[in-house]
C-alpha cells in the first residue's frame, strides 16, 4: 500500500499520484461484490458459491447457456430471490441502496396487456425520486423527455406500450431505466427479439453510460457479433466458469466448461 502525503495547497509532482491513488480507491470502493452466493428454489441449487466483481464504467455481460442462472444472478443482486453470500455495494448491502439501480426483466416477465402508454411507463421511472401521491415536477417531465429522445421514441409517448413492437418496448424500458437517473443498471436479455437500428441505440446508450461511470450489467445469451461490446464478461452454468475482462474470459475451453460440446462464438481476437 503505497502511503503519499498531501495538502490541497501542494502543487508538487505528487499531487497527480495522489489522485491517481484515489480514484482507484474510489473506483473499487464502487464495484458491486458478489462474495459466495448460492441460491436454492425448494431443492435445485440454481447458483452455487458464485464470486465475482461487477465494475463501473464498464460494461459487463452475464454470459451461460438456458438455465444457467443468469436471471437469477441478477434477482439475487436485486432482492427479488433469497440467496446465501453476501452482494455489497459501497461497503453495505446493495439491497439497501437499491434507489440507485435500474431494471429491466426479461421481456416474457412483462405483462404487455398492462393499461399503461409509453409516457405513464417513463414516468414511473420517477417515482423513487418523486415520492408516491406527490406530482411530477416540471424537472422530472424533462428528464422523461430527454430519456424518450435518447432513445428515439418521443412520438410514441401517447401510445400503449401493447401497442408497440418488441424493440419500440425495449426501447420504453430503458427510456424508463434513464429516466431514474441510476448508478447501476441491470437489464436481462435487452436484445431478444429487436430490430438492428435498436440493437444499435441500446448499445449506444449503454456505452454512453459506461464512459459517464455507472455500471452496467448485461445478461446476454447470444455469443454472435454482440459479445464484442462487452469489456468484462461473468461466464456461469450454476457455477462462474470465468470472470474478468472479455478476452480472458471468452477462451474456447471457457466456453466449452459452460456451454458443453462444440460452440460457435464470435472472435475479434484476431
Ligand atoms: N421461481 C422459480 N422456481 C423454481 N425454479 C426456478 C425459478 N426460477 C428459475 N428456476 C430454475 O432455476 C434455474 C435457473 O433459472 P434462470 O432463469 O436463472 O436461468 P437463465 O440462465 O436466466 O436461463 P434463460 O437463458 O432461459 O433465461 C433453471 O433451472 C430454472 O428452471
Ligand atoms: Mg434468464
Known sequence: MQSVNF???DNSPNQERVYDIQDAVTLHNRSIKVAHVGV??????????INCIVKPGRLTGIYGPNGAGKSTLMKAMLGLVEHSGTISYQGKPLTEQLEKVAYVPQRSVIDWTYPATVWDVVMMGRVKKTGWLRSFSGVS??????????????EYRDRAIGQLSGGQQQRVFLARA???????FCLDEPFVGIDQKTQTVLFEVFHELAAAGKTVLVVN??????????????????QIIATGSRKQVMTEQNL???????????????
Open 141 to 154: 417531465r424533462q428528464i422523461a423527455k430527454s430519456a424518450l429522445q435518447r432513445v428515439g421514441i418521443l
Open 256 to 270: 466449452y466448461r459452460a456451454y458443453g460440446g462444440k460452440v460457435m462464438y464470435f472472435s475479434d481476437a484476431a
Open 178 to 184: 434513464l429516466a431514474q437517473e441510476a448508478e447501476i
Open 7 to 9: 495538502s490541497p495547497d
Open 40 to 49: 436454492s428454489y425448494r431443492s435445485l441449487e440454481a447458483l452455487v458459491d
Open 221 to 238: 445469451h447470444d455469443l454472435g457479433e454482440t459479445t464484442t461490446h462487452f469489456d468484462d464478461i461473468i461466464l456461469l452454468n450454476r
